[in-house]
């Protein structure tokens, strides 16, 4: 069941055009887990988001809600409203808007999800998909920008016709990032990308995502609190199911208002 049960005023909208995503009054359900609860948060463009808090929290649950990956999971309920575009993502009735949604906002998941094909043909199957009309040429052209873009190109420029899976950890999920950025969305979302990589291929992709939000707004789940530190523009820690603090990253790691933030960032629980 899906309900979006705010009616978004004029004020409101004039308001938010500086937001990529506006989230207001939301609350999830598994069945009869509460998983988020109450929760309001503004995404800015072209800025870099960190959700922080424990295993469990709700952290992914809302990166899932904001590309609509929820839906098919049973006994999922949303009430409240999520604008991106300043249109209400739950409260659409066609097909094809959700498919056009979906386009604009990427995600990267923990564990690279590259096929078990050669770079090129990984890389060419979103754009084809996306660009019907564009000639082999404009393909290929993109391909080598994107691929150039997330700093791997001169890596993997002899090889684009060899299978992807041959990559190591932090090639393969560089390369999940061109073919994310392939299709030109305008929000890339971002599970963990780091969790299974060594230290240098994660200081790679961190100074990737720094470069990428010049154009992208990036929210990213992580864990790691000194990666948050080092990439984040805005924080927001979760605990429970709800925000329990957010706002500038250094506001948050320096300065945090609740007991319980200033509790989870000493490492207390």
Not at 22 to 47: F, G, M, Q, T
Not at 79 to 97: F, H, R, V
Not at 183 to 198: N, Y
Not at 238 to 267: H, R, W
């Amino acid at each position: 069941m899906l309900s979006s049960t705010n009616t978004i005023d004029e004020d409101i909208l004039t308001i938010i055009k500086s937001d990529a995503i506006h989230v207001k009054d939301l609350n999830v359900w598994y069945k009869k887990n509460h998983a988020l609860k109450n929760v309001n948060i503004n995404i800015k463009e072209k800025s870099i988001t960190a959700f922080i808090g424990p295993s469990g929290c709700g952290k992914t649950t809302l990166l899932r809600c904001f590309n609509r990956m929820n839906d098919g999971i049973e006994g999922f309920k949303l009430e409240g409203s999520i604008l991106i575009n300043n249109k209400d993502i739950y409260n659409i009735n066609k097909l094809i808007e959700l498919i056009e949604i979906r386009r604009k906002i990427g995600m990267v998941f923990q564990q690279p999800n590259l096929f078990p094909m050669s770079i090129t043909r990984n890389m060419k199957l979103p754009v084809k998909e996306n660009f019907m009309s564009l000639s082999d040429k404009d393909i290929n052209r993109i391909i080598e920008k994107k691929l150039k873009d997330v700093h791997i190109y001169e890596e993997v420029k002899n090889r684009l016709n060899k299978s992807a899976l041959y990559l190591s950890g932090g090639q393969q999920q560089r390369l999940c990032i061109a073919r994310t950025i392939a299709i030109d969305p305008q929000i890339i979302l971002f599970d963990e990308p780091c969790s299974a990589l060594d230290p240098i291929s994660t200081m790679k992709i961190e100074d990737l995502l720094m470069d990428l939000k010049e154009k992208y707004t990036i929210v990213i789940v992580t864990h790691n609190l000194e990666q948050a530190k080092r990439i984040a523009d805005y924080v927001a820690f979760f605990y429970n199911g709800m925000i329990v603090e957010q706002g500038a990253c250094e506001d948050i790691f320096i300065n945090p208002k609740e007991e319980m933030t200033i509790k989870y960032l000493s490492g207390k629980f």
